[in-house]
């Protein structure tokens, strides 16, 4: 249970959602959930958690971020839609749990678990223990230095670009292709059942 702090935000059409934030200590988990928004995510340069777009519901060592029904803006389509903007600690540990929507990440946490059903994931500078997983959606990763990288999408191409894992990289698209270029890793496991894999760079 959290010793709650609870931070809500409002969007209104034309305006925008004020900040929230709570200084976490190091090492903090962080869960985002995004049923219905996209989420952008940027690593910043201390202990705190800011939020645009959404609620934090946190503790010291746990946080937990939603966008919310009152932060979504109805878009052309008659549905609901909206956008996180968060920023995180460089400790953090960070899960990311999106139905409908892309994820953008900026930057190194200790761990990020990515999960969206519709949407792409773009994750640049990314480091530590990585698994981005998507079902409807592209995978792309550039300028990558961590211990461990893994990457699933069934219909939806994975791309990287400048990858240094220390460890183990797996990636794999079911339906579409792989595409590694300037890949470094100690064991590379590459994968898809009805495209290509186009591998570029070396194995230690």
Same mark, same amino acid.
């Given at each position: 249970?959290?010793?709650?702090?609870?931070?809500?935000?409002?969007?209104?059409?034309?305006?925008?959602?004020?900040?929230?934030?709570?200084?976490?200590?190091?090492?903090?988990?962080?869960?985002?959930?995004?049923?219905?928004?996209?989420?952008?995510?940027?690593?910043?340069? #201390?202990?705190?958690?800011?939020?645009?777009?959404?609620?934090?519901?946190?503790?010291?060592?746990?946080?937990?971020?939603?966008?919310?029904?009152?932060?979504?803006?109805?878009?052309?389509?008659?549905?609901?839609?909206?956008?996180?903007?968060?920023?995180?600690?460089?400790?953090?540990?960070?899960?990311?749990?999106?139905?409908?929507?892309?994820?953008?990440?900026?930057?190194?946490?200790?761990?990020?678990?990515?999960?969206?059903?519709?949407?792409?994931?773009?994750?640049?500078?990314?480091?530590?223990?990585?698994?981005?997983?998507?079902?409807?959606?592209?995978?792309?990763?550039?300028?990558?230095?961590?211990?461990?990288?893994?990457?699933?999408?069934?219909?939806?191409?994975?791309?990287?670009?400048?990858?240094?894992?220390?460890?183990?990289? #797996?990636?794999?698209?079911?339906?579409?292709?792989?595409?590694?270029?300037?890949?470094?890793?100690?064991?590379?496991?590459?994968?898809?059942?009805?495209?290509?894999?186009?591998?570029?760079?070396?194995? #230690?």
């Amino acid at each position: 249970m959290f010793a709650t702090l609870l931070f809500a935000t409002t969007a209104v059409a034309g305006l925008t959602a004020p900040d929230t934030a709570v200084r976490l200590g190091s090492g903090a988990s962080i869960e985002i959930n995004a049923p219905t928004c996209g989420v952008t995510v940027r690593v910043g340069t #201390d202990e705190r958690l800011n939020v645009t777009g959404g609620s934090i519901e946190s503790d010291r060592n746990n946080a937990e971020v939603n966008c919310d029904v009152t932060t979504r803006l109805r878009g052309r389509d008659g549905g609901l839609s909206g956008m996180l903007t968060i920023t995180v600690p460089p400790s953090s540990r960070v899960e990311i749990t999106c139905l409908s929507g892309g994820v953008t990440v900026t930057g190194a946490t200790d761990r990020l678990d990515v999960t969206t059903m519709n949407g792409s994931i773009r994750l640049v500078n990314g480091s530590g223990r990585t698994s981005l997983e998507t079902v409807a959606g592209n995978v792309h990763v550039a300028d990558f230095k961590g211990a461990s990288l893994s990457i699933t999408a069934v219909a939806g191409v994975v791309s990287l670009e400048n990858v240094d894992v220390a460890g183990k990289l #797996d990636a794999e698209s079911i339906n579409a292709g792989v595409r590694m270029r300037g890949v470094r890793a100690a064991s590379v496991t590459a994968s898809s059942v009805n495209s290509t894999v186009d591998f570029v760079g070396s194995l #230690d």
